[in-house]
C-alpha cells in the first residue's frame, strides 16, 4: 500500500533539538576537559620546578661539602707525595714507636693547631687481612697525617652540612672531626670503620671501588640517628692508604629540607636513598598514605627514571635524583592539599562554571522540549481538523479524495481489484424534524461508529456530504465490497438509539457498490460516481438495501 499522505509523521520532531544540545554539550565538555589537562600539565610543570628548587638548594650543600672532601684529598695526598720533615714529626714517629704496641693509643704533635691520631696496636691489626703497617709507608703516612691533622682544625662540626669527617688509615689510626673521647669509644670507632662498607668497598681491587661512593642509609653507632656516609680512596704511587669520609646525618638533612620547602609543595617530602629506603621526610597536614601497590608502583617506576612524575589514585607524586648525592627527592601530594593551592582553587572554579553551564543547558533543553511538544500537539490538532470531520472522525471530503486518488493509482499500478461503495442515511431529514438536530448527529455518530468497526485498517471512509459517506476497499472483489456492504447495512439496522429515557428510533442506510474489475477503469471519479448512481437506485427501489449493478 501507498503511504497516505495523512499517515502520522514518523520522524521524532525532538530528535533534532537532542541532537544540537548533545552537541553543545560534548563540545563543552571538550573544552572543559581540554583545560583541566592543561592545567594538570601546568600543575606538574610547577610541581617540578618547585621540586627542583630544593634539589638544588640541597645539591648546593651537598656539593659544598663534597668539594670540601676534594680539597682534603688532594692535600693529603700532596703531603703524601711531599712528607714534612720537622722536629715536631721526628718527636711523634719516635712517640708512635713507643705506643704502637698499646691497645689504644693517641698521637698529637705539640701544638693547639693539631688533631690528635687516633689508634690501635700492631696485634689488634692482627685480627683483619685487609689492614696493614707497611714500614716502608707508615713514616711517610704518619707525616702525611699529621700535617693534615692543620688542616682538620678548619673543620667546624657546628657550621658544616656534614657532620663529622674522617680520615681512616689501613695502618691502624684514623683522625676525625670529632675526636673520641675514650679508648673504648676509640677502639669501637675503628673497628666499625674498617668493617662499614665504605672503607671496605674502597679497596682498589674491589669492583665497588670509585671515587666517590655513597652508603645507602644506616644507623650510627654513637646515637647519631639514622645516617650517610660518602667516601673516597686515598691512593698514592699505586698504594692505598685509606679512605677519606663525610657523614650526613638524618637530622642536618631534614633542617636543610625544612629550610628549602617550597610554600606551595603541600604534601610530604622525602630523601630516599639508591635502595629507595627513606632517610627523612617532611610530613604535611592530611598526609594520606600510599597503600602497598602504590608504593610499589611508585618505586618502579623511580628506579626506571632519574625524575618524573605519576598519579597515584587521589595522590600525585613527583621525583628527581640528587646530582651530588646517590639519593632520590620525592613529594607525594594528596588531591586534598592540591585543591588548597592557586591551581586547585582555578580547577575548581572551572568546575563549578562548567556544571552551572550544564544545569542552564538542561533547563533551556526542558523549556524548549516543551515548546516543541506544545506546537508538535498544535500542528497535529490542526492537521486533523484539516483532515477530518470533528463529529464522525471520519476523513472529511477533501482529504478522503486525496487518499482516494493515491489508492486508485497504486492499485492500478499493482493491477489490483479495488472496489467503492456509497453510503447515505435513509429518512435523515424525517430525524432531524422528529427528534432534532442532536439525535440527527447521534444517528451520523452511530453510523460512522458502525463503518470504521467493519472496514480493514488499511480501507478508507470519509463523511462527503451532511449524511452521505464513502469507503475505498484497497485489493477487494465486487463480491466482497457487495458483503462488506451489507455487514454495515445490517449491523445498522440492529442498532437502536436512545433519544431520552422513554424514546427510541432505529435508522438504516442505502448502499451503491462498484469495483475497478466490473468497469475495467481506476479512476477515482468515475467509480465513486458509478457506486452513487446504484445508491441512487436503492433509494428509488425502496431503501435499506445494496445495489450492486445498473
Known amino acids: 500500500m501507498p503511504t497516505s499522505p495523512l499517515t502520522p509523521r514518523t520522524g521524532n520532531p525532538f530528535l533534532p533539538v537532542h541532537l544540537c544540545f548533545l552537541a553543545v554539550f560534548l ?20 610541581q617540578r620546578a618547585q621540586l627542583a628548587e630544593i634539589q638544588k ?17 688532594k692535600m693529603l695526598n700532596y703531603a703524601l707525595m711531599h712528607p714534612l720533615d720537622s722536629s715536631q714529626t721526628r718527636e711523634a714517629i719516635t712517640r708512635f714507636e713507643q705506643l704502637r704496641q698499646q691497645t689504644t693509643w693517641q698521637l698529637k704533635l705539640a701544638s693547639l693547631r693539631s688533631m690528635p691520631l687516633n689508634g690501635v696496636s700492631d696485634s689488634w691489626l692482627a685480627r683483619d687481612p685487609l689492614l696493614l703497617r707497611k714500614n716502608d709507608k707508615l713514616i711517610a703516612e704518619l707525616r702525611a697525617a699529621m700535617e693534615f691533622s692543620f688542616i682538620m682544625q678548619f673543620s667546624d662540626p657546628a657550621q658544616d652540612f656534614h657532620s663529622r669527617f674522617w680520615y681512616i688509615s689501613r695502618a691502624g689510626f684514623f683522625i676525625s672531626s670529632r675526636p673520641p673521647q675514650s679508648p ?15 672503607f671496605r668497598d674502597q679497596a682498589p681491587n674491589n669492583p665497588l671501588h670509585a671515587r666517590l661512593r655513597w652508603t645507602e642509609a644506616y644507623q650510627g653507632e654513637f646515637n647519631e640517628g639514622l645516617m650517610m656516609t660518602v667516601s673516597t680512596p686515598i691512593v698514592s704511587n699505586g698504594y692505598w692508604y685509606g679512605v677519606l669520609s663525610m657523614d650526613f646525618t638524618q637530622s642536618r638533612i631534614h633542617a636543610l629540607m625544612a629550610e628549602a620547602r617550597h610554600s606551595l609543595l603541600q604534601g610530604k617530602l622525602l630523601i630516599v636513598d639508591r635502595s629507595l629506603k627513606e632517610i627523612t621526610r617532611l610530613h604535611a597536614p592530611n598526609d594520606e598514605p600510599l597503600t602497598p601497590e602504590q608504593q610499589a608502583r611508585l618505586e618502579s617506576r623511580i ?26 627527592i620525592v613529594n607525594i601530594q594528596s588531591l586534598s592539599q592540591g585543591m588548597s593551592q592557586e591551581l586547585g582553587r582555578v580547577s575548581l572554579f572551572l568546575l563549578s562554571m562548567w556544571l552551572l553551564f550544564v544545569l542552564l543547558l538542561l533547563v533551556a533543553h526542558q523549556v524548549i522540549i516543551r515548546l516543541v511538544r506544545r506546537m508538535d500537539d498544535l500542528s497535529a490538532k490542526l492537521t486533523w481538523r484539516a483532515n477530518y470531520d470533528g463529529m464522525t472522525r471520519l476523513l472529511n471530503r477533501n482529504a478522503f479524495f486525496e487518499q482516494f486518488v493515491a489508492i486508485s493509482a497504486h492499485s492500478q499500478q499493482q493491477q489490483t481489484p479495488l472496489a467503492v461503495i456509497q453510503l447515505d442515511v435513509d429518512h435523515f431529514k424525517k430525524v432531524n424534524d422528529t427528534w432534532g438536530h442532536a439525535a440527527g448527529d447521534q444517528a451520523l455518530i452511530r453510523v460512522a461508529g458502525v463503518i470504521s468497526h467493519t472496514l480493514r485498517k488499511y480501507d478508507v471512509a470519509g463523511r462527503i456530504g451532511g449524511e452521505e459517506f464513502c469507503i475505498v476497499l484497497p485489493e477487494t472483489t465486487l463480491a466482497d465490497a457487495i458483503a462488506v456492504a451489507e455487514r454495515i447495512r445490517t449491523r445498522l439496522a440492529a442498532k437502536t438509539i436512545l433519544v431520552n429515557c422513554n424514546s427510541t428510533f432505529n435508522i438504516t442506510l442505502s448502499a451503491g457498490v462498484t469495483g475497478s474489475e466490473e468497469q475495467g477503469d481506476y479512476d477515482a471519479e468515475s467509480l465513486q460516481a458509478t457506486a452513487d448512481r446504484r445508491l441512487y437506485l436503492a433509494k428509488t427501489g425502496g431503501r435499506n438495501r445494496v445495489v450492486a449493478e445498473d
Not at 628506579?303 to 613527583?318: D, E, H, I, Y
Open 57 to 73: 638548594s640541597l645539591d648546593s650543600q651537598f656539593q659544598e661539602s663534597i668539594d670540601e672532601l676534594m680539597f682534603y684529598e
Open 27 to 46: 563540545f563543552s565538555a571538550f573544552l572543559t576537559v581540554h583545560e583541566a589537562i592543561e592545567l594538570k600539565n601546568n600543575y606538574e610543570v610547577r
Open 184 to 198: 673504648q669509644e676509640l677502639e669501637e670507632s675503628y673497628s666499625t670503620m674498617t668493617q662499614r662498607p665504605y
Open 303 to 328: 628506579r626506571q627514571l632519574p625524575g618524573g612524575v605519576m598519579r597515584l589514585g587521589t595522590q600525585f607524586a613527583s621525583w628527581s635524583k640528587l646530582k651530588n648525592v646517590d639519593a632520590y
